[in-house]
């Protein structure tokens, strides 16, 4: 019999990924994925554990998705709520204890499982939990995807970090780095090609730490793994890699920016601040020097490079001085996008315990300051794009009638005036309107293809 699960996605893209996974492995159990909670005989919350505000989400998420619940229960139907991801990995005992309702509790490194979790909802009562790092790889143990398909997709290589970070919960929710052999990552590469994609994103929590085996046995760097998909993924016209740290940014991955044409020309490297005091106490394994110096040597291999990151004002400790440094740091390297936070303590961390917290009205000061710099960065960025001629891989319908939605090498999103036909193409576009968060153009070409930066 047909059943109906929604998964609802939270935080990274990895989330999104995972959340594809899932889909692929209920198929065979008679689930279809559908686009809201109302027709759903199951409902995943697919979690983010990384700052408070994403996991108080959940709870109060589950809460209306209850109330869902019992008027179900009230008409003899039942409806099975999940919880998987960061948030179930770290507070699984929180849950049960705060939403009792919730049916089943599993882990980012269970999900291959969930064959066997829907067989145990069906047989034994109370809570299925499934937080272990279980011993067998669950790369191995999941069904071809198939439920990403479209012009740009993600593709996991690389989980876990050990990098400790002293604010960050990654390390204790994903668990120790693992990198998937560099034969299973092509294999997988051609696969979503062979399903329409053209742009893959190589995903990882630390992607440049990527170590996997390669065929002769011996450890591939992410660089080298981007040359061997350049090469021996026919069909792929574009590859990003996301999230890196700058600790592994090493001469190859550079080299590779200056030789592959479809590696685009945009990098999300977080350097979450400017001084070096905190970047210590933050346990970041550089200073904000090694930072300019690897943006200067990846511009150089790259001068299109368009550079993206992640910062955290308030970390304990941070005087006027050091939030400073992080300011001058993000005038002199320039941004075309960013994601700024509040440091808000995760329990379990190091940096939770450290005792000079940062008073909130002074975070949220520093937070406005910075972000209207950043702010400033983006609009300039793409306000720069006016009168440019862009290649926009064509992926979704736009937002109005005879429109439709992409994103340049930059990722920008692009609104085009163009035929349907041509989603899952590359085209030229003339930028005539620079939006708030988008532009918008026409092609310069009809059907035009072709990779090239701006
Ligand atoms: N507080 C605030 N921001 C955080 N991040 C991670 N942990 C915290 C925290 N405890 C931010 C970092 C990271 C991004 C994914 O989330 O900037 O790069
Ligand atoms: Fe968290 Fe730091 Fe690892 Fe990134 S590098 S996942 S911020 S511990």
Do not use: W
């Not at 499982?113 to 191995?140: H, I, N, Q, W």
């Not at 593709?155 to 668990?175: A, H, N, S, W």
């Amino acid at each position: 019999m047909r059943k109906n699960v929604f998964i609802k996605t939270y935080g990274c893209q990895m989330n999104v990924y995972d959340s594809a996974r899932m889909a692929d492995v209920l198929a065979p159990l008679g689930y279809g994925a559908v686009a809201s909670p109302d027709t759903a005989d199951m409902v995943i919350l697919n979690t983010c554990h990384i700052r408070e505000k994403a996991a108080e989400k959940v709870f109060s998420e589950l809460g209306r998705l209850h109330q869902l619940q019992e008027e179900r229960a009230a008409q003899g139907k039942r409806l099975v709520l999940a919880v998987a991801g960061c948030v179930a990995q770290a507070e699984g005992a929180e849950i049960a204890r705060r939403a009792p309702y919730v049916d089943m509790v599993f882990g980012p490194q269970s999900y291959h499982r969930l064959p066997d979790m829907v067989a145990r909802l069906g047989r034994d009562s109370g809570l299925v939990l499934e937080t272990e790092f279980p011993v067998e790889d669950k790369f191995d143990n999941l069904p071809t995807p198939r439920h990403q398909t479209g012009p740009a997709v993600f593709l996991t290589i690389q989980e876990g970090c050990d990098k400790f970070c002293t604010f960050c919960v990654v390390p204790y929710t994903r668990g120790a780095e693992f990198s998937r052999p560099v034969a299973d990552v092509i294999a997988e590469a051609r696969q979503l090609v062979r399903g329409g994609a053209r742009e893959i994103t190589l995903l990882g929590q630390n992607v440049n730490a990527y170590h996997g085996v390669g065929p002769n046995g011996a450890a591939v760097g992410l660089g080298d793994l981007l040359r061997r998909m350049a090469d021996e993924v026919d069909g792929l016209e574009r590859l990003r890699y996301t999230t890196s740290h700058p600790r592994d940014v090493d001469d190859s991955l550079i080299a590779a920016h200056r030789d592959l044409d479809i590696l685009m020309p945009y990098l999300h490297l977080p350097v979450q601040s400017g001084a070096d005091g905190i970047l210590a106490a933050m346990n970041r394994g550089h200073t904000a020097g090694d930072y300019r110096r690897i943006v200067a040597r990846l511009r150089e291999a790259q001068p299109n490079l368009a550079m993206s990151s992640d910062f955290i004002v308030g970390f304990p400790g941070e005087s006027d001085a050091d939030f400073e440094a992080t300011m001058t740091l993000i005038r002199e390297v320039g941004y075309a996008q960013a994601f700024s936070f509040k440091y808000s303590p995760r329990p379990g961390t190091p940096a939770a315990t450290h005792d000079a917290p940062v008073p909130e009205a002074v975070k949220t000061a520093r937070l406005a300051q910075l972000q209207a710099l950043l702010g400033d960065q983006q609009r300039a960025f793409n306000q720069s794009f006016l009168g440019q001629t862009v290649s926009v891989l064509l992926d979704r319908p736009g937002r109005h009638r005879g429109q439709v939605a992409g994103r340049s090498p930059y990722l920008q999103p692009v609104q085009v005036a163009a035929s349907p036909d041509l989603i899952g193409t590359i085209a030229r576009v003339a930028i005539d309107e620079v939006l708030t968060n988008s532009l918008t153009g026409r092609l310069t070409a009809p059907s035009a293809t072709g990779v090239s930066a701006a």
